[in-house]
């Protein structure tokens, strides 16, 4: 169905795309010149310069969008990966017990298909966004192990050869690096609670039995960098990897909300990791500034806010074991911040509400391509490692 559109929207979506379309002209010629001359070819968009870099660059996306020509044209310009906001959550996949429902995010595959772009699946197991017959239900621990073992099965069996990567678990230790409370752990539990991290080690077995190709991750917040919670996960997947279960990656969230706290040593945390022979995807950065009234930050805030995106990118970046660099969603139009804070905080994107580019934008851009000159060999030391 044609989206409907009045003429001046329409023809200010079209301007970008006719820029881009001559930019497709121009690019090869410069790009020719700039061979003969032994230089690099300079990246037009993010998904250009973080291919010249092996690496993967998304976006959480909301299929219901793909219909607005800003949207999909900004998505489809800029980024090699996609994963789904909520739509392959379990609330959105099992609304009702044993019946699937996988429109929306076969929404999100084939944007993905017509794009040549990766999707990500985000996540088979969390303990909220959970839907109610499963909240209120009062099962079993072995009604449960029963329910979640079917979900998992059944949603990644859908989705197999489509979805590259899955958190299969999602936020399931607290700040101290403990085990969080949660119907699958121990409220009653699948029958494992109190026996750490068995739970999860489950979800990973089941997942990897329905889709032994797919790339399989753990994924949590606050744990960029080094400290109790990431040591928790540490050595969790650490002991994973020991006795065989079989785990590929850590998604490090990083959604941060104060701009003068950074995250200390996620290089460190980058290499640890890499070093038990796993990944890292960055999934879902955003970085909170305060907002007025029109949802819009100050230029110095505008400014400290891609100061950090370019650290965190060009850490990314350097690392062969980070695998992709995520966003969660990219316009400022769109994003979970506002929402989740009062409208107190947003403009954490790389666009803003006029998908027009921010210095966080450049910031990142300029991270990939930065690399790209450093360290030429960087591409096949990271396609190798992934
Ligand atoms: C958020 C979505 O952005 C919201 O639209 C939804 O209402 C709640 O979930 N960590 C995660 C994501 O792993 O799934 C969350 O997404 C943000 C925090």
Not at 89 to 103: H, L, Y
């Amino acid at each position: 169905m044609k989206p409907h559109v009045d003429l001046k929207t329409r023809s200010a979506a079209i301007a970008p795309f006719r820029r881009w379309q001559l930019n497709l002209f121009v690019f090869p010629a410069l790009c020719i010149a700039a061979l003969l001359t032994a230089a690099a070819c300079p990246a037009q968009s993010l998904r250009q310069a973080a291919s010249q870099i092996g690496l993967l660059v998304g976006t959480a996306v909301n299929p219901r969008l793909f219909s607005n020509p800003d949207y999909a044209g900004t998505l489809a310009r800029e980024f090699n990966m996609v994963e789904p906001e909520n739509v392959m959550k379990w609330a959105a996949t099992e609304p009702a017990e044993d019946r699937f429902s996988f429109g929306p995010g076969d929404e999100v595959v084939a944007f993905a298909e017509a794009h040549d772009m990766k999707v990500r699946g985000h996540n088979l197991l969390w303990g909220v966004y959970n839907p109610a017959w499963l909240k209120q239900g009062h099962f079993t621990p072995k009604q449960l192990r029963r329910i979640m073992k079917h979900h998992i099965q059944t949603e990644v069996s859908h989705y197999r050869s489509k979805v590259f990567a899955w958190d299969v678990v999602n936020e399931a230790i607290d700040a101290k690096g403990g085990m969080k409370h949660s119907i699958w752990y121990d409220q009653p539990g699948i029958g494992l609670s109190g026996k750490g991290t068995a739970y999860v080690a489950r979800a990973f077995r089941w997942a990897h039995a329905a889709d032994p190709k797919a790339l399989l991750f753990y994924n949590d917040y606050d744990a960029e960098g080094i400290n109790a919670k990431s040591d928790a996960i540490y050595a969790m997947v650490k002991d994973f990897k020991r006795r065989g279960v079989p785990i590929d990656g850590v998604g490090l969230q990083m959604h941060l909300f104060k701009l003068h706290q950074l995250p200390s040593g996620v290089a460190a945390n980058i290499e640890r990791l890499a070093k038990l022979g796993l990944r890292v995807h960055i999934t879902e950065m955003d970085v909170a500034l305060p907002i007025n009234a029109e949802g819009e930050a100050d230029a110095a805030s505008l400014a400290e806010q891609a100061n950090i995106y370019h650290q965190m990118a060009a850490i990314c970046a350097r690392h062969p074991a980070c695998a992709a660099f995520q966003t969660w969603g990219f316009t400022d139009k769109y994003s979970w911040i506002p929402g989740s804070t009062k409208g107190k905080e947003g403009a954490g994107l790389i666009f803003n509400a006029a998908y027009q580019r921010k210095p966080a934008y450049t910031a990142v851009l300029d991270a990939f391509t930065a690399e790209a000159k450093a360290d030429p060999a960087i591409k096949e030391q990271r396609l190798a490692a992934r």
